[in-house]
């Protein structure tokens, strides 16, 4: 059991406030992943949980019982940091054993607890080496090693993957997937990376300037952005915003004149939406369809384009100067300068209000109801 | 035309050169010292300085006869191991947290403590000649050992505080986490991770006490007085006896050389500042 909720978390520095109200229940055995760009109070919500910075205002709980005042060392939670940060005079063996023997557990427990988790991690053969004498990915899995020793409440991740080269991270990233599955355990993981977001978390939790923008599983997160700052940090290519003006709404949906003059319905409730107001639609690079030039009111002119192989990235301007991203087939062959039609599936669209904030989808709406 | 080779070996050897008369220079004064103390003193006055001269161990044995040189050599061990463990047991804890903990304040407090040495000891003689003469600490080794323990403090806080500073606080905050008490974290994990900086500190707050000798002059007289006072009571009332003056500081010189030599390694990453990586 390790249910944490934080309520109305604040803190701050001086007078620049890092963390304006967090409110967050994570529930047993969620791997929950903090993402948001450098500087959104991620690391520092962290570690507020994890007691290593003291608290302006609110309240942390762990299972029910507050821990907001309580010392890191009591708190029964593991963390591992970007820096790995092993104890360099200790052997690996020492640096997983240091917690237990610290708690006074004795030697036989101890032995048997790493070997365990040296098993788990495959770490055996390197047991009495010094951290000096691993290599970064070796590094790693000690220092995951020594959370797992614990078998702590809950184990928090910092940015652990950041110091390892791109392989690896990929990798690493399928181990501790992995381990989550195996240990069964509540992870909370802090990452700029909105790949290991995506891939690891059973929830999301994205941050920004000091505030959770939205809570949720990562395919909600993709489908349903509630604003465009979500909208347009999740996903790789980023989505393309087009701003427009409303023309008319209807039951069946908002319909939005382009700059360009192109008019598209969007499904979305009309509720708050009233015509001649802005608006941004927004499209991901996979919901654009390049069509001929003549079969498409909607034109673009190719800019670049950056083949990966597997997809081909089109980078795309349209007349009013917008530039729209579009994921292609591998096999995609376009010339720069080259006109071309673009089709826009308005049941993937998204609409976001003057203030960024996205307007309900319909289908949603019904479902919700 | 010379090759690149050739350019770097003619380099060296130029450097080298400078480097040994420097080296020469910089040891001519402790070399002197050994050599007169072993001539007569006529030999010592001799003019022009003899460098071939029939050796003498005269002197040493004179020195014994009139002094006990294990009474101020013991006093001397015990004021500098003294005051050096009591150093350390405040800086070490001072450093920490400067470190660590840093506040806005930390840099000036720090300045603010190396600027104490800047100042004259002179200048607070007398008051401190007053306040050990009310307390009765005048002329005793724990007197000495309080006066050298402040006196070497911002020193010795300044050089642990330079090498914390290169250690990462991750370390630390994941000995936090593995559950370490304050005092657990600091001995298990940051002394051990220091242990090089903070040898070449306690070498150094050694020798500074060893050689210090404005104080122990003033403050001490026969129970209390180490080496450097024996030193000093040679240029006497009764003369300046430079063979046997020379072979008193070659005795006192001594054990700090030897110790000096052993430990070299570490006191030259010490005087570095850590500046080095």
């Known amino acids: ?369 | 035309m010379l090759s690149l080779k050739q350019r770097r070996r003619a380099q060296t050897v130029v450097l080298g050169t400078i480097a040994w008369l420097v080296a020469l220079i910089i040891f001519f004064p402790i070399f002197w010292m050994i050599l007169t103390s072993f001539k007569t003193e006529i030999d010592a006055f001799a003019t022009p300085p003899q460098l071939f001269f029939t050796p003498t161990l005269e002197n040493y044995t004179s020195i014994n006869e009139r002094s006990d040189y294990f009474h101020f050599a013991w006093n001397s061990v015990v004021v500098s191991f003294g005051s050096t463990i009591i150093g350390m047991l405040i800086a070490v804890p001072a450093a920490y947290s400067m470190a660590f903990f840093e506040t806005k304040r930390t840099k000036s407090t720090l300045l603010w403590m190396l600027s104490t040495k800047m100042l004259p000891p002179v200048g607070v003689l007398v008051p401190i000649y007053l306040l050990f003469k009310d307390t009765g600490m005048l002329d005793t080794k724990l007197g000495l050992v309080i006066i050298y323990t402040l006196i070497n403090l911002p020193i010795m806080v300044w050089m642990a505080y330079t090498y914390f500073k290169e250690i990462p606080k991750d370390i630390l905050e994941a000995a936090r986490m593995d559950g370490a008490t304050l005092f657990q974290e600091i001995w298990k994990v940051l002394l051990p991770m220091s242990k090089g900086g903070l040898a070449s500190t306690v070498l150094l707050s050694l020798i500074l006490c060893w050689n210090e000798a404005f104080w122990s002059l003033n403050l001490t007289a026969s129970q209390a007085a180490p080496l450097t006072a024996l030193i000093a009571s040679y240029s006497s009332p009764e003369g300046l006896f430079w063979a046997k003056l020379s072979a008193v500081s070659t005795l006192a010189c001594a054990p700090i050389l030897v110790f000096g030599w052993i430990s070299q390694k570490q006191l030259v990453r010490g005087l570095s500042f850590g500046a080095v990586k």
């Open chain 1, 1 to 369: 059991m390790a249910d944490l909720t934080i309520k109305n978390l604040r803190k701050s520095y001086g007078e620049t406030e890092i963390l304006k109200g967090i409110n967050l229940d994570i529930k047993d055995h969620e791997f929950v992943v903090f993402v948001g760009p450098s500087g959104c109070g991620k690391s520092t919500l962290l570690r507020s949980i994890a007691g290593l910075e003291e608290v302006s205002s609110g309240e942390i709980f762990l299972n029910d019982k507050e821990i907001t005042e309580l010392a890191p060392a009591k708190r029964d939670l593991a963390m591992v940091f970007q820096s790995y940060a092993l104890y360099p005079h200790m052997s690996v063996r020492k640096n997983m054993s240091f917690a237990l023997e610290l708690a006074g557990q004795d030697k036989e427990t101890i032995n048997s607890k790493v070997d365990e988790a040296a098993r788990i991690l495959e770490l055996g053969p390197l047991l009495d080496r010094k951290p000096k004498d691993l290599s970064g990915g070796q590094r790693q899995r000690v220092a995951i090693g020594r959370s797992i020793v614990r078998h702590p409440e809950i184990f928090l991740f910092d940015e652990p993957l950041s110091n390892l080269d791109a392989a690896l991270r990929v990798q690493m990233r399928l181990e501790l997937a992995r381990l989550h599955q195996d240990l069964n355990a509540t992870m909370i993981y802090v990452t700029h990376d909105q790949v290991e977001a995506m891939t690891l978390a059973d929830k999301v939790v994205v941050l920004n300037q000091g505030r959770i923008e939205q809570v949720g599983s990562p395919m909600e997160l993709y489908h349903h952005p509630v604003n465009e700052f979500v909208a347009g940090f999740l996903g790789m290519p980023k989505m393309s915003f087009l701003p427009g003006k409303v023309k008319s709404v209807s039951a069946s949906g908002v319909t939005a004149e382009l700059t360009s003059g192109y008019e598209i319905e969007v499904p979305v409730s009309s509720d708050s939406i009233q015509p001649g107001s802005d608006v941004n639609i927004g499209v991901r690079p996979e919901h654009v369809i390049i069509t001929d030039k003549n079969s498409s009111k909607f034109q673009a002119i190719l800019d670049v384009a950056e083949h990966l192989g597997s997809d081909t990235y089109c980078y795309v301007k349209t007349l009013d100067k917008q530039m729209i991203t579009i994921r292609t087939p591998g096999d995609f062959l376009g010339t720069f300068g080259e006109t071309i039609g673009l089709n826009l599936d308005p049941l993937q669209c998204h609409l976001f209000d003057t203030n960024g904030k996205a307007v309900p989808r319909l289908s949603r709406a019904a479902e919700v109801a």
